[in-house]
C-alpha cells in the first residue's frame, strides 16, 4: 500500500475516533454502553469496516473501550473508562525505547506523590477513609512474612496509588498509576536482582509503615519527606544491581 492509498483511510478512521469522543461529550454514548456492530457502524458513519475495526482497536488499546469477539447480544465493544491502562501501556513502550529515562519517571513520581500526600493532609478525614482502609489492607498484606517478591512488588505499587488517591485528585491517581506501571518490568528486575533482598525489604516496610503513619495523621509535610526519602532510597538500590539505561536518543 501507498502512502497516497493509506491517507484516506487514516483521515477516515481518525473521523470515526472524533465522533466517539462527541457522542461521548455530549452523552449520546454512555459508560456501560455498548456500541453496535461494524456492520451499523460502518453504515452510520458511512466508512468501511476495516476502518471501525482498527479504530476500535485503538480505543481498546487507550482503554476507552474494551471489545470482544463473537456474535450475538453479548459481542461487540462495551464503553468503559480506564485512562491508567492506555497511558501506562504507551509509556512502558517509551521508556523501553529509552525516550523516558527512569529517572524522569521516578522524579516525576515524586512530584505527584509528594504534592498528594500535602493535599491528603488538608482534607477532612471522612473523604478518605475508604482510600486509607484500602492502604492499611495492603500494608498488612505487605507484612505477610511468607510473601515472594512479585507479589510484594504488586501490593507495593498499589500501596503508592491508593495514598496518592486520598488526595481526591483522580488525574493525579491515574497518573500514578500509569507511572507506576511504565517502569514495573525496571522494578521487578530490578528486586529479582538484589541478593540483600531480605534486608531491602525490611527497609521498605519500615518506610512504608512511616509513610502510612504520617498520612493516618494528616501530616503532609512529613509524609511528603517520607515517601520522597523512600522513593530515592529504593532508586539508588536499583541503579546498584541495574543495567544503565542509555541516554534517549534525539528525535529528528
Not at 174 to 196: C, F, Q, R, W
Amino acid at each position: 500500500m501507498t502512502a497516497a492509498d493509506a491517507a484516506p483511510r487514516r483521515r477516515t478512521y481518525d473521523a470515526l475516533l472524533q465522533d466517539i469522543e462527541a457522542d461521548l461529550r455530549s452523552g449520546k454514548i454512555k459508560l456501560g454502553d455498548r456500541l453496535p456492530g461494524e456492520r451499523t457502524l460502518a453504515e452510520n458513519y458511512g466508512i468501511s469496516r476495516a476502518s471501525v475495526r482498527e479504530a476500535i482497536r485503538i480505543l481498546d488499546a487507550m482503554g476507552v473501550l474494551r471489545s470482544s469477539v463473537g456474535s450475538g447480544p453479548t459481542s461487540g465493544a462495551i464503553v468503559i473508562s480506564n485512562p491508567s491502562a492506555g497511558l501506562s501501556s504507551a509509556l512502558r513502550l517509551h521508556v523501553a525505547s529509552n525516550r523516558l529515562p527512569v529517572e524522569d519517571i521516578v522524579q516525576t513520581r515524586i512530584l505527584l506523590e509528594t504534592w498528594s500526600a500535602q493535599a491528603a493532609a488538608t482534607r477532612p478525614r471522612d473523604e478518605g477513609d475508604a482510600g486509607l482502609e484500602q492502604a492499611a489492607q495492603l500494608l498488612e498484606a505487605m507484612d505477610d512474612p511468607e510473601l515472594d517478591r512479585p507479589t510484594f512488588h504488586e501490593l507495593d505499587a498499589r500501596f503508592h496509588v491508593a495514598l496518592s488517591s486520598l488526595a481526591g485528585n483522580t488525574v493525579v491517581a491515574t497518573m500514578m498509576e500509569s507511572l507506576s506501571g511504565a517502569i514495573v518490568d525496571y522494578v521487578k528486575g530490578a528486586m529479582d536482582a538484589m541478593e540483600s533482598w531480605p534486608e531491602v525489604l525490611a527497609v521498605l516496610r519500615a518506610q512504608h509503615h512511616g509513610i502510612y503513619d504520617a498520612v493516618r495523621d494528616q501530616d503532609g509535610e512529613r509524609a511528603a519527606r517520607l515517601l520522597r526519602e523512600h522513593i530515592e532510597w529504593f532508586y539508588e538500590r536499583a541503579q546498584e544491581v541495574s543495567p544503565r539505561q542509555p541516554s534517549p536518543v534525539p528525535s529528528d
